[in-house]
């Protein structure tokens, strides 16, 4: 498969009438590529990009050159020909985003916290090799079209952080895990996008036309929703896109502030034929975050609905929501506007307020328009999470291709802004995953790697029923374990089950010392990213607690505590509670990929991302080992563990057939 140079927007005729879906010829803009860029302050133009994916927030920053054969060279940072690092012990951190109405972007070390003199050496081992790291950033509108998969990104060309100059980045692929960089796609340059374009989500017609929602941020920094749509329908590759000259389509109504008004979603048929789209908000001078319900024909003029779709209170400003279907008995996801008896209804919010996605499964009224939570004590923003570790402003999209509902995740830095600087870049994409409702529980869905990452597998390694009794620590001698899929299954002693008494104390993941904590069941798991000493480590484990009542329940968890000896960075313990049903065994599958690590326990009903910065544990001193910490029973473990090759993610490549 050969690639174009998409780089170069110069073969497009920006005289030639472009298509229109829904709109007449007087509605007719320039392709938002051939606009005159009006900016605040002066664009900058060194080589130097940022990437900020999914959702609102993310900002990651590479330094890129090209190679004689086309591919992108990252240049270390602090190099001749890169942007010039800035000195850590010089910089403080500030917040990014509040101000312009959305949440902060800035991780905060502890006070005193020291800066880790970081080497070029440990920086470049972070980056990853088979997540998606664009060479602009911030996921927006993912969806398939005419074979490709595409991520539009926000993207900031002014530095390594977040700013006000947010356009949106693009990229395709035809396996959702090697990707090829396009142009930008939409440059913040109209008064009611120039502080930033932002969420967005695209939506099929009934013909098969393409649309796309976005919030902007107007000169006035008032979050409005604008209309995009692409140029020319037959280019697969959707490289120029139009945004419609009536814009903006929505303005915040009473009642609600104008920083509170933002990320419409993927709009969804009702019975009567009318487009519904829901966008997160929350009632002015209260806590109680909510999403408003507006019906349209056309795109251009909308209703609002009464009241709103679902609101909880005390749970703050909601973005990033989210709203799909689930089949109660099918084994394939659900396009948007499914609805029907064999249906659920997920609702998902990113909370501004603690930066963290939360979802509910209920049921949708499509006459009244209002969604319910089948159990209020979980509803959203009080109860599960899509993951309990580093996961933010997700988005979904129906894959009509493979007939699934994929889900993707911005993955934030957890140390410094001055290091992010440094290393020339911050932030990915998680791996997409899969999302189905979990037919055996009821209560929960399941989020799983797409299969497409497992083409990446090679050097298989098998360990059989591995004993580790209590207090052991066994060695996996598996080679190179930067990156890795592990897929791992427990057994624990019955017996030691049934024999001991159970206590009347109650555990947590974040707040009982995590894996040195010892029980009588545990903690036991593995460790990955540990140095043979044992100096870094980190634990992705289970425990399980046993009541008065002899009741059992099993958490799993990761603690980041001993991951690193550098001092800024989070070294938090996260995890929460995950469902095991009688005759299961305890599963786990990790993927290990530098500094990102995600953790998925019993067919991923609890999910666990890491961000982690050793400073031991990298490359040849990297080693993974099978640990019981447990103080009565002993385990038996079998795993499958493969190295993972590399992604491709190019530029500048030539396509002749893009079919």
Same mark, same amino acid.
């Given at each position: 498969?050969?690639?174009?140079?998409?780089?170069?927007?110069?073969?497009?005729?920006?005289?030639?009438?472009?298509?229109?879906?829904?709109?007449?010829?007087?509605?007719?803009?320039?392709?938002?590529?051939?606009?005159?860029?009006?900016?605040?302050?002066?664009?900058?133009?060194?080589? $130097?990009?940022?990437?900020?994916?999914?959702?609102?927030?993310?900002?990651?920053?590479?330094?890129?050159?090209?190679?004689?054969?086309?591919?992108?060279?990252?240049?270390?940072?602090?190099?001749?020909?890169?942007?010039?690092?800035?000195?850590?012990?010089?910089?403080?951190?500030?917040?990014?985003?509040?101000?312009?109405?959305?949440?902060?972007?800035?991780?905060?070390?502890?006070?005193?916290?020291?800066?880790?003199?970081?080497?070029?050496?440990?920086?470049?081992?972070?980056?990853?090799?088979?997540?998606?790291?664009?060479?602009?950033?911030?996921?927006?509108?993912?969806?398939?079209? =005419?074979?490709?998969?595409?991520?539009?990104?926000?993207?900031?060309?002014?530095?390594?952080?977040?700013?006000?100059?947010?356009?949106?980045?693009?990229?395709?692929?035809?396996?959702?895990?090697?990707?090829?960089?396009?142009?930008?796609?939409?440059?913040?340059?109209?008064?009611?996008?120039?502080?930033?374009?932002?969420?967005?989500?695209?939506?099929?017609?009934?013909?098969?036309?393409?649309?796309?929602?976005?919030?902007?941020?107007?000169?006035?920094?008032?979050? $409005?929703?604008?209309?995009?749509?692409?140029?020319?329908?037959?280019?697969?590759?959707?490289?120029?896109?139009?945004?419609?000259?009536?814009?903006?389509?929505?303005?915040?109504?009473?009642?609600?502030?104008?920083?509170?008004?933002?990320?419409?979603?993927?709009?969804?048929?009702?019975?009567?034929?009318?487009?519904?789209?829901?966008?997160?908000?929350?009632?002015?001078?209260?806590?109680?975050?909510?999403?408003?319900?507006?019906?349209?024909?056309?795109?251009?003029?909308?209703?609002?609905?009464?009241?709103?779709?679902?609101?909880?209170?005390?749970?703050?400003?909601?973005?990033?929501?989210?709203?799909?279907?689930?089949?109660?008995?099918?084994?394939?996801?659900?396009?948007?506007?499914?609805?029907?008896?064999?249906?659920?209804?997920?609702?998902?919010?990113?909370?501004?307020?603690?930066?963290?996605?939360?979802?509910?499964?209920?049921?949708?009224?499509?006459?009244?328009?209002?969604?319910?939570?089948?159990?209020?004590?979980?509803?959203?923003?009080?109860?599960?999470?899509?993951?309990?570790?580093?996961?933010?402003?997700?988005?979904?999209?129906?894959?009509?291709?493979? =007939?699934?509902?994929?889900?993707?995740?911005?993955?934030?830095?957890?140390?410094?802004?001055?290091?992010?600087?440094?290393?020339?870049?911050?932030?990915?994409?998680?791996?997409?995953?899969?999302?189905?409702?979990?037919?055996?529980?009821?209560?929960?869905?399941?989020?799983?790697?797409?299969?497409?990452?497992?083409?990446?597998?090679?050097?298989?390694? $098998?360990?059989?029923?591995?004993?580790?009794?209590?207090?052991?620590?066994?060695?996996?001698?598996?080679?190179?374990?930067?990156?890795?899929?592990?897929?791992?299954?427990?057994?624990?002693?019955?017996?030691?089950?049934?024999?001991?008494?159970?206590?009347?104390?109650?555990?947590?993941?974040?707040?009982?010392?995590?894996?040195?904590?010892?029980?009588?069941?545990?903690?036991?798991?593995?460790?990955?990213?540990?140095? =043979?000493?044992?100096?870094?480590?980190?634990?992705?484990?289970?425990?399980?607690? =046993?009541?008065?009542?002899?009741?059992?329940?099993?958490?799993?968890?990761?603690?980041?505590?001993?991951?690193?000896?550098?001092?800024?960075?989070?070294?938090?313990?996260?995890?929460?509670?995950?469902?095991?049903?009688?005759?299961?065994?305890?599963?786990?599958?990790?993927?290990?990929?530098?500094?990102?690590?995600?953790?998925?326990?019993?067919?991923?009903?609890?999910?666990?991302?890491?961000?982690?910065?050793?400073?031991?544990?990298?490359?040849?001193?990297?080693?993974?080992?099978?640990?019981?910490?447990?103080?009565?029973?002993?385990?038996?473990?079998?795993?499958?563990?493969?190295?993972?090759?590399?992604?491709?993610?190019?530029?500048?490549?030539?396509?002749?057939?893009?079919?």
């Amino acid at each position: 498969m050969s690639f174009p140079n998409t780089d170069d927007a110069s073969n497009y005729d920006a005289n030639q009438r472009p298509h229109v879906p829904l709109l007449d010829s007087a509605d007719v803009e320039a392709p938002a590529a051939d606009l005159p860029r009006q900016r605040r302050r002066r664009r900058r133009t060194a080589a $130097v990009v940022i990437l900020l994916l999914t959702g609102l927030l993310g900002v990651v920053y590479l330094v890129v050159t090209m190679t004689s054969n086309g591919e992108e060279e990252l240049l270390p940072a602090g190099s001749p020909e890169s942007s010039t690092t800035l000195q850590p012990e010089k910089m403080k951190p500030v917040a990014r985003g509040v101000e312009e109405g959305v949440s902060e972007k800035t991780y905060r070390p502890s006070l005193g916290a020291r800066a880790y003199p970081w080497t070029k050496r440990l920086l470049a081992w972070q980056r990853t090799a088979y997540h998606f790291q664009p060479k602009e950033n911030w996921m927006n509108g993912p969806l398939f079209y =005419k074979g490709w998969y595409h991520l539009f990104y926000q993207y900031n060309p002014d530095g390594a952080i977040w700013g006000n100059n947010i356009v949106w980045g693009h990229s395709a692929s035809k396996d959702l895990i090697h990707w090829h960089h396009l142009p930008i796609a939409m440059h913040s340059d109209h008064w009611y996008d120039i502080n930033g374009v932002w969420t967005g989500s695209a939506t099929f017609l009934q013909d098969g036309q393409l649309i796309m929602l976005y919030t902007g941020s107007t000169n006035d920094s008032v979050q $409005v929703q604008n209309l995009a749509y692409p140029a020319d329908p037959s280019d697969p590759l959707l490289i120029h896109w139009v945004k419609y000259s009536g814009n903006p389509v929505l303005f915040p109504p009473p009642n609600i502030s104008p920083q509170d008004f933002r990320d419409p979603t993927t709009a969804w048929l009702t019975p009567e034929g009318m487009w519904r789209i829901t966008i997160g908000s929350k009632i002015n001078g209260s806590t109680t975050g909510m999403s408003l319900v507006y019906d349209t024909k056309d795109f251009k003029s909308f209703k609002l609905l009464n009241g709103s779709l679902h609101s909880v209170p005390g749970t703050g400003m909601w973005e990033c929501v989210d709203f799909y279907p689930v089949s109660k008995n099918g084994k394939n996801g659900l396009d948007t506007s499914e609805y029907g008896p064999g249906v659920k209804n997920i609702m998902k919010t990113s909370l501004d307020d603690d930066r963290n996605d939360y979802y509910a499964i209920g049921s949708y009224d499509s006459e009244a328009g209002i969604w319910s939570p089948d159990n209020p004590d979980i509803d959203v923003g009080i109860g599960l999470r899509y993951d309990y570790g580093i996961f933010y402003a997700s988005k979904s999209f129906y894959d009509q291709e493979k =007939k699934r509902r994929v889900l993707w995740g911005w993955v934030k830095e957890t140390d410094s802004e001055e290091t992010d600087t440094q290393k020339g870049w911050a932030s990915l994409q998680a791996i997409p995953r899969t999302i189905l409702l979990d037919k055996k529980t009821g209560s929960n869905i399941l989020q799983w790697p797409v299969e497409e990452v497992e083409a990446l597998r090679r050097n298989k390694n $098998v360990f059989d029923h591995v004993k580790a009794n209590p207090g052991s620590i066994v060695l996996l001698d598996v080679g190179s374990t930067s990156q890795l899929d592990i897929v791992a299954e427990f057994e624990i002693n019955e017996e030691a089950l049934k024999k001991i008494n159970g206590t009347n104390i109650s555990y947590s993941c974040t707040t009982i010392g995590g894996a040195a904590e010892r029980g009588p069941f545990g903690p036991f798991g593995l460790l990955v990213l540990a140095n =043979k000493d044992l100096e870094e480590q980190t634990a992705i484990y289970f425990y399980i607690s =046993k009541d008065l009542q002899g009741n059992f329940k099993t958490f799993f968890c990761a603690d980041h505590s001993r991951s690193s000896e550098a001092t800024d960075v989070d070294k938090a313990i996260y995890g929460s509670i995950v469902p095991v049903l009688e005759g299961e065994k305890l599963s786990m599958r990790i993927l290990v990929d530098h500094s990102i690590v995600e953790s998925f326990a019993q067919g991923g009903r609890t999910c666990i991302t890491s961000r982690l910065y050793p400073t031991k544990a990298v490359n040849e001193d990297a080693q993974i080992f099978l640990f019981n910490n447990a103080t009565d029973a002993s385990i038996n473990a079998s795993l499958q563990i493969w190295e993972m090759s590399a992604a491709c993610q190019r530029r500048r490549q030539k396509i002749v057939n893009k079919d």
